[in-house]
C-alpha cells in the first residue's frame, strides 16, 4: 500500500484512511491539499490552479472549518458531484481538461461518498485559463499568475515534469592537499531537488528549522550506517550540526567519525540545503538537499603504518550505506522537516533517484575481493552515475532493497568484475529483511 495520499492507488484510497487525514489536527489547506464540504464554482477554479502549479488533492464532502464535536466527513452523492465537477471543468477551464475523480464510499447504509480530485500536474495541458487568466496555487489559496509565470507556464514542453525527480545532481568532487592530491577514498552523493512553496522562496532558513532537520538526521538510520563504514576507525563521533559555509540560504549540517591518528576525520557526512536565489528568479523555484558521504577508512589503515592491515570496503558495508542513505531520505522524520522548510506537503517531498560516486583509484581496488572475479582486460571505473528504477518506492523494505541490489550489480560491471549477483544473495541470505 503506498502511504502517500496523493500517490496511492484507488484501492488503497479507503475511507478510514480519509478519516484519520481529516481528523489529523495539524491537517489543514495547503500546496497540494483542499478540502471541500461540497461543490461550488470555486472548486473547478482550484483544480486549474494546482494544474498550473504541482497538482494536488481536493476532498470533495470534508469541511473545511467544523466547530469542536461537529463530524468533518460529511460525504456528497458521489455521481452528482462528479458530473457537476466535470461539466465546470468543460465549461470554465480552457483548453477543456478534466482531473481524475475517485468515489471513496462510507462503509454504512447512507450512500454518500468523499469525491477524491486528484491534480496530476504533469498531464496537465498548462497553462490552463479561466476567464483568460492562469490561476496558481499559494500555501492553501488560489491567486493569479503574473505576467513572466504565465509565459514561463506557456513556454513549457509538453512533456515537461512538474515535480522533480531528483536526478542531475552535480558530481562531488575529491578533496585534494596542497600537493593537489586526494585525500579522499571516495565520495558518495545522493539528494533531491523540491519545489518551494511561496512563504518557503522568500524567507530565510530558519535557525529552528535547520535544528530540527539535523536532530532528524542524527535520530535516522544514517549515523549507524556510518558507523558501520568505518570498521572500527574511529571511536568518537559529532552528529550532525552546522559546520562551515552557513548563510541565510544555505546551510551545511556534518557528520564526523574522529581518530586521533593524521586522517582525522575516516568517515564524514555533508548534508547540504540550498534555497534558491531571490534575485532574479526566471523559473519555477526549486531547492535542493544533497548528502555527500566522504569516507577515507583505508587512508587511515595506511597511516597506521601496518601493512598487515590494509583495508577493503567489504560489500556488506555498502549495502548498509546505500541502504542507510536511501532509508534516511524517506524517514518520516527526516520528510517531515525537508517539507517544513520548503513550505510544502510532505507528499512533494521527491524520493532520491541518483547516486553520484567518485573514487581516487579504480573502484575494484576498494573493494573486498572476496567472491569477486576481475573480467580479463574489463578495464578500470571510477565511480559512475546511478539511476532509480522510478516505479520503486523506497519507503517500501523490499522495494528498497532491490534498488540497492541494482545500484550494486552495476557497481561491480562498471568495475569490470563478476560475482557481485552471488555475493548480494548471499548477504541477503543471512541477513534479517530491512525494516
Known sequence: MNHSLFAAAAADLTIERIRALAARPDQVESLTLEFKREYSKSLVTTIAAMGNTYGGLIMVGIADKVEAGSERVVGVDAQETIDKIASGCREKIDPPWEPTFI???????????????????????????????APIRLSGQNSTADRDRLLRLAREEPTADVLPMGQGLISPRLTTDNMGESTDDFVLRTGITLPMGEAGVWRPLSERAVDALAQALNDSVLPEALRNLGQGAANQFMGFRRLGHNRSRTARLV??????????????????????????LATAPVAGITVDVVS??????????????????PVADLVVLFDGLLKTFVDPGVVDEIARIADIDTALVA??????????RPVKDHLASSGLTQIPEGGASYGGTFRANPVLDLRVPAERQEQVDDWLRQL????????????????????PPAT
Do not use: C
Open 412 to 431: 561491480g560491471l562498471d568495475a569490470g568484475l563478476i560475482g557481485m549477483e552471488a555475493l548480494l544473495e548471499q548477504y541477503r541470505a543471512t541477513t
Open 296 to 313: 577515507r577508512v583505508q587512508r587511515y589503515a595506511q597511516s597506521l603504518g601496518n601493512m598487515s592491515f590494509e583495508h577493503h570496503y
Open 255 to 280: 557528520w564526523q567519525a574522529l581518530s586521533r591518528g593524521s586522517v582525522e576525520n575516516p568517515v564524514e557526512a555533508i548534508v547540504t540545503v540550498s534555497l534558491p536565489a531571490i534575485e532574479g
Open 103 to 133: 468515489p471513496v464510499p462510507f462503509d454504512d447504509e447512507s450512500g454518500r461518498s468523499v469525491v477524491v480530485v486528484r491534480v496530476d500536474a504533469n498531464k496537465a495541458p498548462r497553462p490552463l485559463l479561466i476567464d483568460l487568466k
Open 351 to 360: 524520493q532520491p533517484r541518483e547516486l553520484r560516486l567518485i573514487s581516487d
